[in-house]
């Protein structure tokens, strides 16, 4: 099974700032996913982001608020620009192996 | 894809069987319905997965009938650490794509 990290594990931001979310594998997987979850709510899936090609986001995403970054194939990073109120979520990175596994999450909390 | 409809929330007691119901009304012939779970402040991990009548594992049982149209989880004699939330999601094996429905947020009292 892979085993995923994220770093911050939370983190408290002003509004109209941006913050960058790592998330690392101790495997090469091919896919790697972004997901929100707001608070007391289900996740709902940011992006794809594979190695070598432009991250695929999902409707109401876009990529000018949440750039992504996929240099190799163990590491990406997840950035939330220009941050309201409102993106205060979990931020949970996740990857397909034979499962599909979830890291921790990144608390972000922006005021 | 297909969505998926079960409870809220359920409460069950220390050592009792818990069943939770899934409704995939619309599900296609090649979908698997996989469950997870989820404790507060860590991400989801994947329970039990399967396509038909029935799956078992070391932590739970799956139960597929034969029109596929709903699935129940089974936890055998739960704890307290079974207290999580519990998503039924449904989709072709292999798929990245999951919809996560609202989740049924079972709560295991002594």
């Known amino acids: 099974s892979a085993v995923i990290s994220q770093k911050p594990s939370r983190d408290i931001c002003q509004r109209g700032t941006s913050l960058t979310i790592q998330c690392q594998v101790d495997?090469?997987?091919?896919?790697m996913f972004w997901y929100r979850q707001q608070p007391g709510q289900s996740l709902t899936l940011i992006a794809t982001?594979?190695?070598?090609?432009?991250?695929?986001?999902e409707s109401g995403f876009v990529i000018d608020k949440f750039p992504i970054s996929r240099p190799n194939l163990t590491f990406s990073t997840l950035t939330v620009s220009n941050m309201s109120p409102e993106d205060s979520s979990i931020y949970l990175c996740?990857?397909?192996?034979?499962?599909?596994?979830f890291g921790p999450g990144t608390r972000l909390t922006v005021l | 894809l297909a969505k998926t409809t079960q409870p809220i929330s359920m409460d069950s007691y220390e050592g009792q069987e818990v069943n939770i119901t899934c409704s995939h009304n619309?599900?296609?012939?090649?979908?698997?319905i996989t469950w997870y779970q989820q404790f507060p402040s860590q991400g989801p991990r994947f329970i039990i997965q399967?396509?038909?009548t029935k799956v078992t594992n070391e932590v739970a049982s799956l139960f597929i009938p034969a029109d596929r149209k709903s699935s129940t989880l089974s936890l055998p004699r739960v704890s307290l650490s079974d207290t999580a939330v519990y998503y039924c999601?449904?989709?072709?094996?292999?798929?990245?794509?999951?919809?996560f429905g609202t989740g049924t947020r079972l709560k295991v009292l002594a």
């Open positions: 996740s990857v397909k192996d034979n499962e599909q596994f």
């Open positions: 495997s090469q997987v091919t896919m």
């Open positions: 982001a594979n190695q070598g090609s432009e991250a695929t986001y």
């Open positions: 619309n599900i296609a012939t090649n979908d698997y």
């Open positions: 399967g396509y038909k």
């Open positions: 999601l449904v989709g072709p094996r292999g798929t990245y794509k999951y919809i």
